[in-house]
């Protein structure tokens, strides 16, 4: 009757690892999903300031960047040392910021137009005549808009 | 003939596959919120108006200016930075009683003034400090009226503070003093 010996010992069983791949694919799609892949390389300086009244930006996908600050280490020889204005992927004058925001509105659908914010994330070290001569121009592109972004300081 | 099953491909290695691309987005990401303080600018003047500040009482208006040293000069005395926001508080939250403050704070204007010289460092510290004074300012209300804090309000409740504190920063047309 040796036909129904139950098996005794052997230790413990092995941890079935055939859901290890769901597990890691589940974690490997929240990942996807929430990455968000950096669209222009920083070609300045840019170490926001510190603030504590700040409020967060909804929709990412409404906001215009301009940044401000020095040429990164490897631009000094080209560019210079002063601070200076990138628009998307290239050093701009502010004279060119009114076509840039224009260009924005061109590519966003018409009811979320009004919404649009410009972002200006400027260096530490700029001065504000550079970020006055944006505003000016920003002011004359009808952008009124704008949000200076900021690390949020806890207080 | 004999019909042979396709053998079974070996999944086993998935898991390494998925691990290597589960680290790759793991590095990738940056879970950051673009946060910052929200302004907005006034319309560009018209070349005939003129502006005319005159029927302002000069007491309603707060001078704040920053020079190109960084240097805090309001209502013609200077002042640290970290005594500006009880200053603006101070001035906001007057209601008439003394006579070189704000009548009341519907009327209360925060005129600023930068140099073409001043950091944009200490420019965001003191649009910071004044935002914070009206914050301050319409928690105050908003706790004694509602028992919350002014971010916590809703709807009406909201703009009936807002309506009581309007945030009046005015910036003066950018001039160049410190030559810089």
């Given at each position: 009757m040796s036909r129904f010996k139950k098996k005794k010992g052997g230790g413990t069983p092995a941890i079935s690892t055939a859901s290890l791949p769901d597990i890691v694919f589940m974690l490997l799609f929240f990942f996807m999903v929430t990455t968000v892949m950096r669209e222009t390389t920083l070609l300045v300086e840019n170490t926001l300031p510190q603030a504590s009244e700040v409020k967060k930006i909804e929709d990412k996908s409404l906001c215009s960047y301009?940044?401000?600050?020095?040429?990164?280490?490897?631009?000094?020889?080209?560019?210079?040392?002063?601070?200076?204005?990138?628009?998307?992927?290239?050093?701009?004058?502010?004279?060119?910021?009114?076509?840039?925001?224009?260009?924005?509105?061109?590519?966003?659908?018409?009811?979320?137009?009004?919404?649009?914010i410009t972002c200006i994330k400027a260096d530490v070290d700029a001065k504000m005549g550079l970020i006055s001569d944006i505003k000016q121009e920003l002011r004359k592109a009808k952008a009124f808009k704008i949000n200076y972004a900021t690390f949020e300081r806890v207080e | 003939m004999s019909r042979r099953s396709l053998p079974e491909i070996n999944a086993g290695s998935m898991a390494d596959i998925a691990f290597l691309l589960l680290i790759f987005f793991l590095v990738t990401t940056t879970m950051d919120v673009d946060t910052g303080l929200v302004r907005k600018l006034p319309a560009m003047p018209e070349e005939e108006e003129i502006l005319d500040d005159s029927q302002i009482k000069a007491r309603n208006i707060y001078v704040v200016l920053v020079n190109a040293k960084d240097q805090l000069l309001v209502e013609e005395e200077l002042m640290d930075i970290s005594q500006l926001r009880e200053g603006t508080k101070a001035f906001l939250d007057n209601w008439g009683k003394d006579p070189n403050l704000s009548d009341n704070p519907q009327k209360a204007i925060v005129s600023l003034q930068n140099d073409r010289g001043t950091s944009y460092e200490m420019y965001i510290s003191v649009q910071n400090e004044l935002s914070a004074a009206y914050r301050?300012?319409?928690?105050?209300?908003?706790?004694?009226?509602?028992?919350?804090?002014?971010?916590?309000?809703?709807?009406?409740?909201?703009?009936?503070?807002?309506?009581?504190?309007?945030?009046k920063?005015?910036?003066?047309?950018?001039?160049?003093?410190g030559g810089n």
């Open positions: 301009i940044y401000v600050g020095a040429p990164v280490a490897g631009m000094k020889s080209k560019f210079g040392t002063e601070p200076r204005i990138q628009l998307n992927d290239a050093f701009r004058l502010s004279s060119d910021v009114q076509e840039f925001v224009a260009a924005k509105r061109e590519s966003t659908s018409e009811e979320k137009i009004p919404q649009l | 301050e300012l319409r928690d105050r209300e908003a706790q004694k009226k509602f028992g919350v804090n002014y971010m916590e309000l809703k709807g009406d409740n909201k703009k009936e503070i807002r309506k009581m504190f309007p945030e920063i005015s910036e003066a047309e950018p001039k160049n003093v």
